[in-house]
């Protein structure tokens, strides 16, 4: 709906035909541009979501601008695009507090100005849950209410509309209950076909659930719901008839008895427990006279004396009523009571002490006493004054089972009470100071079984059975290095149960590591020695023993684990105060230092260049200490340039401080000579002197290397001549098979021997691509020929045989060799002879292995 207002401007007469006021486009209810005429919102929407567009148009063909307003009071919910028109919501609706919106929205051409007051509609979404007037519910309800009767209505409110608004309620667990609930109304019923018992169950709880009926949020259904819960509470009624407590019922009237004794009491409770009735107690039959019963105890006495009775057993009939609160009768029970008269068994055992009949002895002893030991102490006679049967019954111990054991257990008349220790590890003075049992004695043949009881009281005394226990196997103790002489270290306890002096405990302590700790005998306070000086860089970990021991001796250990804290009490330290190292271009060097505290952070040092003479032109890096150049310094003339004298020689003051805290630095002063890669090239020693001139030892270390290789080359090689010598000379037996091989073709033997990493003198190794000489001994045409080997004697006669190859049976030789035509000599390879001798020697032993492969004998 939409409301004209003004225009905030009125043209004059000249103007009134040029320049007419703008208006808005009414599109009608569903349309979601225009004036927002009828426009609803639901109550979900987003804040931000763009959700209209004012829509208008001015008859002159002006720009139109648009505005949106509320009421100072209100809140300022939309906001909206002066030139589009855009209507944004700015502020989050809840139409359950506030279901309209009033706004004043306005069109201006720049001249005239247009307002309309508009409500906007803000429809419901499901966004509440139930809630439930009361919670919890507790209701009365009495135990005899019939079935299907209405106990309790609940009741529970949603603030939504619609089907969002509508509750229904149903019990959580409907199958293990007795109630029912209507699902509209939320009354709460009895099922049918069941009853409340007070005496089986006296409150109910009841779990009962509202939910709406669901609806649209924020794009989704939702369902909320809501418990409480309700208690019932069973209020007793009288409907249960009173109940006798102890049945059966057995009586003896002995032949001593006096007229007016009480023979027994019977027992009755009213069934109903919540509000029991007065009970009222009668004898209806049985007693001929002889019984009279106490109508508000229940005590049955009799009224003759046993030489009156006429008979041996009386069957009484006791009746009980209840009796209402307005003192009318109500419900009864009745129980048989059987009463027996016994003329000679009138006697119970009974216990004797030393001063005559007694029920309680008393008896102190030690702990723990040995297996079978008897109990002295106490003397205890039993006696039953009746004869025959009626005097014989049985003895036995009541209490705590398997410690004591009593004999004997059959007793005629009169015996002497003896009890022996069965279980001495029970009888323990720090599991119970006083054992108590009682002696039973029940007669064993007769009707009446007579009995009696005597306590027995033990009290216990102390011994020294327990050894002291600490309370943890080990104590870890964590101690600052910087720790004066006396500090505390860690508080050990241990536990001994005996009392007196031997429930005392000392410590001490020993160990490999307990030389710089005492212990406190008494407390268990472990401290440093008052002299002692903690250094965890020198020791970080100390583990001893601590022994807690008794007067007599008993003791248990504990290992005590005393860790040190590291504090920075270490200065970094360089290797020299005074360093000198040469620099190449575009290498750095390095500067070390150690710091000798145990732990990070203090041990980790970072670098830094305090000072550079003539001028800093270096970087360092501060975990390493790794010195170069900056990166603008790329040749020698502009360090030239730098230093007065051209020479290229700095002078560092480097800097290494600690991270600790607090934090220590130590300086050290480096003089750096500069080179570049061109004084290098004068030479590989050069270089090399150069490179080791800051370490004299590497250059040392270096050279002992070479001259090592070298004598190990020299060995190897005349290894290796002196056995290929001996070889030749050896004379073999003459082999007597012989077979016929082809001419043998050339062979290409390449043998690469070890690389140098810098050097060619790999080169001087490599077999160049020789034919093969007739004596498979000798050495290459290359290198110098060894000693000759003596001349074999002249072959036996054979056949002659086809081929240009004639085979002769060497006698010196170890192997077959067939005759080559004469060759000449190549040019002599150069090398020493040394080097030539080594490979012939490696090139006769590869043709000896193929010849040894190809001659079978």
Not at 405 to 419: C, G, S, Y
Not at 455 to 477: C, E, G, M, R, W
Not at 832 to 845: F, G, H
Request: hydrophobic share 35%; aromatic share 8%.
């Amino acid at each position: 709906m939409g409301l004209r207002l003004a225009a905030a401007w009125v043209p004059s007469a000249a103007d009134a035909q040029a320049n007419f006021a703008p208006h808005f486009f009414d599109n009608g209810v569903d349309s979601t541009n225009g004036n927002m005429a009828l426009f609803s919102l639901p109550e979900d929407t987003p804040v931000g979501s763009h959700v209209y567009t004012l829509n208008g148009t001015d008859p002159d063909g002006d720009l139109v601008s648009y505005h949106i307003s509320f009421d100072p009071s209100a809140r300022s919910v939309f906001s909206v695009d002066p030139n589009f028109g855009n209507v944004t919501l700015i502020e989050e609706l809840d139409r359950e507090r506030e279901d309209e919106i009033e706004a004043i929205i306005s069109i201006s051409d720049g001249l005239n100005l247009v307002a309309e007051k508009v409500v906007i509609l803000v429809t419901d979404a499901n966004d509440e849950a139930p809630k439930f007037i009361q919670d919890p519910y507790v209701v009365q309800v009495p135990e005899d209410t019939p079935a299907g009767s209405s106990i309790l209505k609940v009741h529970a409110v949603d603030k939504d509309t619609g089907s969002g608004g509508s509750v229904t309620y149903f019990l959580q667990n409907m199958r293990s209950t007795k109630f029912a609930m209507d699902r509209h109304s939320g009354v709460l019923r009895l099922q049918a076909g069941t009853t409340l018992d007070y005496e089986k169950t006296r409150a109910h709880f009841i779990t009962v659930v509202a939910k709406d009926g669901g609806g649209r949020l924020r794009g989704a259904d939702v369902v909320f719901s809501a418990t409480t819960t309700v208690t019932v509470n069973v209020d007793d009624v009288q409907d249960m008839a009173p109940v006798f407590v102890g049945t059966p019922y057995y009586g003896y009237v002995y032949e001593d008895t006096l007229p007016g004794s009480e023979v027994l009491t019977v027992v009755a409770v009213d069934g109903d427990r919540g509000r029991p009735n007065r009970l009222v107690y009668s004898l209806v039959n049985g007693s001929d006279g002889a019984f009279e019963i106490n109508e508000t105890s229940g005590a049955i006495f009799v009224t003759q004396s046993p030489a009156q009775l006429r008979r041996e057993v009386y069957e009484l009939h006791v009746q009980v009523t209840e009796v209402s609160s307005a003192g009318s009768p109500a419900a009864q029970a009745m129980v048989p009571v059987t009463v027996r008269i016994v003329d000679l068994n009138n006697h119970p055992p009974t216990f004797y002490g030393e001063s005559g009949p007694q029920n309680r002895f008393e008896l102190s002893m030690y702990e723990h006493p040995p297996q079978g030991e008897i109990l002295r102490g106490l003397k205890i006679t039993v006696n039953d004054s009746d004869q025959g049967a009626n005097a014989r019954f049985n003895l036995r111990l009541v209490g705590p089972g398997g410690i004591f054991r009593v004999v004997p257990q059959t007793v005629l008349n009169e015996a002497q009470v003896t009890v022996i220790v069965e279980n001495s590890a029970a009888i323990d003075f720090e599991k119970s100071k006083v054992l108590t049992f009682k002696l039973l004695a029940v007669e064993v043949n007769t009707l009446e079984k007579f009995s009696s009881t005597a306590d027995v009281v033990i009290q216990l005394l102390d011994t020294n059975d327990n050894t002291p226990k600490f309370t943890s196997h080990y104590y870890i103790a964590r101690v600052p290095e910087n720790a004066p002489g006396g500090s505390n270290v860690v508080a050990v306890t241990a536990v001994d149960p005996d009392t007196g002096p031997w429930g005392e405990v000392k410590y001490s302590i020993y160990g490999s590591g307990a030389d710089l700790f005492l212990i406190h005998p008494s407390t268990g306070i472990i401290y440093t020695q008052p002299w002692a000086t903690l250094d965890a860089e020198a020791t970080a970990r100390y583990n001893f023993y601590v022994k807690a021991e008794d007067m007599e001796g008993r003791y248990s250990l504990a290992e005590v684990f005393v860790t040190l804290l590291d504090v920075n009490d270490h200065y970094p330290q360089f290797g020299k105060s005074f360093q000198e190292k040469t620099m190449v271009l575009g290498t750095p060097v390095k500067i070390e230092a150690t710091d000798q505290d145990a732990e990070e952070p203090n041990n980790l040092v970072d670098y830094s260049i305090t000072h550079a003479e003539p001028v800093n032109v270096f970087d360092i890096d501060a975990h390493t200490g790794e010195i170069w150049l900056k990166n603008s310094i790329r040749s020698l003339d502009a360090l030239h340039n730098m230093t007065p004298h051209g020479d290229c020689t700095w002078s560092l003051e480097v800097q290494a401080k600690d991270r600790g805290s607090p934090s220590f630095s130590t300086t050290a002063l480096l003089k750096i000579d500069i080179t570049d890669t061109e004084t290098l090239s004068r030479g590989p020693m050069a270089a090399f002197l150069m490179q080791t001139k800051d370490n004299p030892m590497k250059a040392v270390g270096v050279l002992a290397g070479i001259m090592a290789i070298i004598v190990a080359i020299t060995v190897l090689i005349s290894t290796a001549t002196f056995w290929r010598n001996k070889k030749s000379n050896k004379v073999l037996p003459v082999r007597r098979v012989l077979r016929k091989r082809p001419s043998p073709t050339p062979r290409t033997v390449r043998i690469q021997w070890l690389k140098f990493g810098r050097t060619k003198a790999a080169a001087k190794f490599v077999l160049k691509e020789d034919i093969p000489n007739e004596n498979c001994n000798n050495n290459s045409l290359g290198s110098s020929l060894p000693p000759e080997a003596p001349a074999p004697p002249p072959p036996p006669s054979m056949a002659p045989t086809t081929g240009t190859a004639h085979w002769t049976v060497p006698t010196v030789s170890g192997s077959l060799t067939p005759q080559q035509p004469q060759r000449s000599p190549k040019p002599k390879a150069p090398g020493s002879p040394i080097q030539s001798a080594l490979v012939s020697e490696l090139r006769e032993k590869f043709e000896k292995k193929n010849i040894d492969k190809k001659a079978y004998f």
